[in-house]
């Protein structure tokens, strides 16, 4: 900014340097997330205003009108992304320090993990079958309620798209963080750890920040419920797949 | 800081190396949660330091799904042609789990009388 005119030859000069830093798009990534969390607390906190829906379509927008590919994005979103993996390993925190109630209440989870593994595959792969989905979609659907990184892996194995797949997942993730208040409201679940458990089954990591915003119990329990189902989603598709 | 950090890229680590060598169908960083869940029973407690990165990263977790999420605008075409099978199942199923999953649990938990009345919402 030296008061010299800008030059097109030393803005196009500036735009290929950015787009071939990973600066740029990792500071879009967190700037867009910023911005939806802002938009949400503006909004009173309301599950109906997901950050991460808003931050998804204010990325998408920037990418599609300046012409920027998904993968030049990813060369620089994919420090965010690589984080998944760590943020897993550390639900161990809020499971160690419940570990006696979850101990406690082991049966309940087991029976509801199992149920509602089972339901999230069979309802899904069987509601968009009944309307007429193609195969390729149905594969991709399958593991939609496992967290991505496992559900990507899971769609590749079994003859789905794990892109596809990836954006199924946070889609299922946002509707489950939109839904768990006034559903498991209408439903009179009143304990957090039944709540927490539910929304992690159906919704895994999106449903599990939700349940942390609002209780450290059941944000534990979701957190859990993530983690099981990412395990039994992995085992349950191939075989339930087999059975199509 | 560090240390916490490297003990949760350590245990992340073990578990894709043990996941691999035992080509078992369980996901590496599942793995890696049980074995930080050990390290800290043996340490029986939490370090302050993990403390401070669990605080810090669980309450943002959703931030870490938004680049795969950005990966909707490769499938456009695919999502216009089928979005009403792909909507009604999205719809139906996540609505559907998270009801059937609360419902199983809070039947149990109360069967076995384990409920907790004073852990109203």
């Not at chain 1, 000069?13 to 967190?30: C, D, G, I, R, S």
């Not at chain 1, 007429?132 to 659907?141: D, R």
Request: hydrophobic share 60%; charged share 10%.
């Amino acid at each position: 900014m030296n008061g010299a005119p800008a030059h097109a030859d030393n803005l196009d000069l500036l735009w290929v340097y950015l787009q071939q830093e990973p600066l740029l798009w990792l500071t879009a990534t967190l700037a867009a997330y910023a911005f939806g969390h802002w938009l949400h607390r503006a909004a009173g906190s309301s599950p109906l205003v997901n950050s991460v829906a808003v931050a998804i379509a204010l990325l998408v927008a920037i990418l599609v009108l300046s012409g920027t590919s998904y993968a030049t994005y990813f060369e620089g979103a994919q420090f965010v992304h690589f984080l998944l993996g760590p943020a897993t390993v550390l639900l161990a925190v809020p499971l160690y320090r419940n570990f006696n109630r979850v101990r406690r209440l082991l049966v309940p989870m087991l029976a509801a993990l199992l149920v509602g593994s089972v339901t999230a595959v069979v309802s899904a792969v069987g509601v968009a079958a009944a309307l007429g989905a193609s195969t390729e979609t149905l594969f991709s659907l399958a593991p939609k309620s496992a967290t991505t990184p496992i559900a990507m892996g899971i769609a590749e194995e079994i003859g789905g798209l794990p892109s596809l797949t990836a954006a199924l997942v946070i889609i299922t993730g946002i509707l489950g963080a939109m839904a768990v208040t006034p559903l498991l409201n209408a439903l009179r679940v009143t304990d957090w750890a039944a709540r927490g458990f539910a929304v992690g089954v159906a919704s895994h990591g999106i449903g599990a920040a939700r349940a942390f915003q609002v209780n450290q119990l059941a944000g534990t329990f979701a957190g859990i419920a993530m983690a099981l189902n990412a395990l039994l989603t992995a085992l349950l598709v191939p075989l339930l797949v087999g059975w199509l | 800081m560090v240390h916490a950090i490297l003990a949760l890229l350590v245990c992340q680590l073990l578990g894709e190396v043990i996941v691999r060598a035992a080509g078992v169908p369980i996901p590496g960083p599942v793995v890696g949660t049980l074995l930080l869940l050990l390290a800290l029973a043996a340490l029986r407690e939490v370090p302050d330091q993990m403390n401070t990165v669990a605080g810090a990263v669980l309450s943002h977790l959703s931030l870490l799904f938004v680049p795969a999420g950005v990966g909707i605008m490769l499938h456009v075409a695919r999502i216009r042609a089928e979005w009403v099978p792909l909507l009604a199942a999205l719809l139906v199923s996540t609505l559907l789990t998270m009801a059937v999953t609360a419902l199983v649990f809070f039947w149990v938990m109360r069967r076995m009388n384990l409920h907790e009345p004073e852990q109203q919402p």
